[in-house]
């Protein structure tokens, strides 16, 4: 008997038996904005979205870790070619830092290293902050995904070796105390790229002089995307069944250019967008010129086209859709 790729051998009783073939998967552009749980890994974030869509292509734009919850977009298809600007973009967290100990990875996954009776008074609390509002020069957490000579800081971290990281600037845009009691404050921060939440925990509680660690942060905001539009992978499952929240899972998918829109646009016309699709720069004058300069995207007759760079008049494409 020739057996097809839908049939499967019952270990139990040797017969094959027939199934239903597996869904082909699906082109899918645009994105998702995920509300992530605490506990739930970025990559499995990525799997659980993947399948909801039977997509073909997806991928995250910046790492959340397990004891974190709050934004984590997900790209698919198309819309994988947006995710350095959304990954660049500024980010909004709110976490609570513990007071009275420090920890090797700067959060409660991991037992106390340093300990302190110590507390904070609210009103040294709010001195410290503006010390750390601006550029400011940070140390990375030695469980971190940054590499050293090759190797992720926190695989070297985890073998018992000491983990050297040099300090980096950072832009802290904002950064609030919400509310303290005698053991924990919580804190809302806007930042910029490469800022790590949990080495301002660490360096908070080094300053004030009683170590401090992270046992609550959520993302707020990523890039363009926010909470209003976050989604919960239990409503993205369920899709399409009694009493859902969506019809299907293509309600909450957000348009590729929804990645962009931090970045000013342009309106061109079919020809140009037909030289910009072949790898070829326009030259945009008159009242098609933009007054600005740098990053911006290209549309036409409402189609998302391409995104690139204004290089003395000409747009120059970087990176071109198939939509």
């Not at 909004?92 to 420090?102: K, L, P, Q, S």
């Not at 991991?110 to 020069?137: D, H, N, Q, W």
């Not at 539009?229 to 399409?240: K, M, T």
């Not at 990053?295 to 995104?307: C, D, E, N, P, V």
Request: proline residues 6%; hydrophobic residues 40%; negative net charge.
């Amino acid at each position: 008997m020739t057996m097809t790729n839908t049939d499967a051998t019952n270990t139990e009783t040797g017969r094959v038996e027939n199934r239903p073939p597996r869904p082909k998967k699906r082109d899918v552009n645009g994105w998702v904005i995920l509300d992530k749980p605490v506990g739930m890994t970025s990559t499995h974030a990525v799997a659980v979205a993947k399948r909801a869509f039977n997509a073909k292509k997806a991928g995250h734009a910046g790492t959340l870790d397990p004891l974190a919850s709050g934004l984590l977009p997900i790209a698919f298809g198309e819309a994988t070619k947006t995710v350095p600007f959304v990954m660049d973009g500024e980010k909004a967290y709110r976490f609570t830092v513990r007071w009275g100990a420090e920890t090797s990875t700067d959060d409660a996954e991991s037992p106390a290293i340093a300990t302190s009776e110590r507390r904070p008074s609210t009103a040294e609390i709010e001195a410290i902050l503006p010390g750390f509002t601006g550029e400011v020069m940070q140390v990375p957490p030695q469980f971190s995904a940054l590499k050293i000579d090759g190797e992720r800081a926190y695989d070297i971290a985890r073998s018992g070796e000491a983990v050297k990281l040099d300090a980096r600037p950072v832009l802290i845009h904002a950064l609030h105390l919400i509310e303290a009691d005698a053991d924990t404050a919580t804190f809302e921060a806007e930042c910029g790229k490469g800022t790590y939440v949990r080495a301002l925990a660490r360096d908070f509680g080094r300053l004030l002089g009683c170590y401090g660690h992270i046992v609550a942060l959520r993302r707020t905001r990523v890039g363009p995307f926010n909470e209003d539009q976050a989604v919960s992978p239990e409503d993205l499952q369920a899709a399409g069944g009694e009493d859902a929240v969506y019809d299907s899972p293509d309600e909450a998918l957000m348009s590729v250019e929804a990645g962009l829109m931090d970045l000013p646009s342009i309106a061109i016309s079919a020809n140009d967008a037909a030289r910009l699709q072949r790898g070829q720069s326009i030259i945009l004058r008159g009242r098609d010129a933009p007054l600005v300069s740098g990053s911006l995207y290209a549309t036409s007759q409402g189609r998302l086209i391409a995104f690139g760079e204004m290089e003395q008049g000409s747009f120059v494409p970087k990176r071109v859709f198939n939509l």
